[in-house]
């Protein structure tokens, strides 16, 4: 088992001296073969990355300029593909010194052990070294993973992690160029995947001066935004349901007829929208189309029964109602067309 090729990647910008400490440690650790993707950080760092390459014989890859931690991971990927073909998979890490050799070790060998899993470093949030932005941000992600992508995990941010062959091929194909490309292979891992989860040591050099390129407002957004776009696809199907449904009401219609005109109203849209700009799959159309129809008659269904329940007690409380029973029907169909019905090229897997 120890003869199998598991090769690390290290994708850095502009890094300091813990990118030259960790690359001595693996050395002296055994871990040689180790990828090094300097991701455009200029001519004032060419010293350290010459250093690394020619003080332990690491492969130090490069991009001209800065394209993000997302498709440098892609192009290291790409490479460990064409350059080792008999290569497992890969451990990612980063430069900035969270990452211990010793853990590095420890998602190497459960790749070994779980040869067909993600593995994943995963930090305890605990203590006065940790950062509160980083505390509040895996929390935040956590719960977000948790309700609308049906994923549990403990860190959901973590770069420390062990890829199989298979995923990484799958993963060349996955959006996003940045931060929110690690998020992204998760979702797209889930349900095809097992995770499996490694206890790692957590390490801040400094509790407010961490170096770190990780945007909270940008790349936040670039991380959610798959949630954020299903969001603003649903407020506008709301408000062609909403305004059919009102004026529906309004001319006479009974609760199980306007919501039935109303539904059919936005779907035509929401489908659409969906489909091709929030979830961008490119699944049978056909098969999605009739999937979305059984859920589209599922929740409405559930929604005409509470909301002519609901209203009996209330009727003059008619769109309030209507407006809390979709608020709680949204987390269950966005996490349906995402994990079921408009999961990216489901077919051709």
Known sequence: MNNICIP?????Y????NLIVL???????GI??????????????????DRIESSYGFTVLRHAVNLGKGRALKDAFNYVLEQYPSAAGVITADSDGQHRPEDISKCMKALQEHPDSLILGCREFQGEQVPWRSRF?????????????GIKLSDTQTGLRGIPRSLMKKSLSVTGERFDYETNVLIEANGEFEFVEVPIVTVYDSKTEHKTHFDPFRDSVMIYKVILSFLLSSLLSVLIDFSIFSLSADAGADVW????????????VNFSVNRNAVFKSGGSIPRQLLEYLVLLAGSGTVSAVLVNTLSQYRPDRLIVIKAAVEGCLFFFNYYIQH???FRRGKEQI
């Open 14 to 17: 502009e890094p300091d001296k």
């Open 257 to 268: 007829l306007a919501t039935a005109l109303g539904r059919t109203g936005s779907a035509c």
């Open 8 to 12: 690390v990647i290290i994708p850095s």
């Open 32 to 49: 040689t073969e180790t990828i090094i993707f300097d991701d455009g950080s200029g001519h004032e760092y060419r010293n350290i990355f």
């Open 23 to 29: 690359c001595e440690n693996l050395y002296n650790t």
């Open 137 to 149: 941000g895996n929390e935040a992600t956590r719960k977000i993973f948790r309700y609308l992508c």
């Open 339 to 341: 994990a079921v019905i």
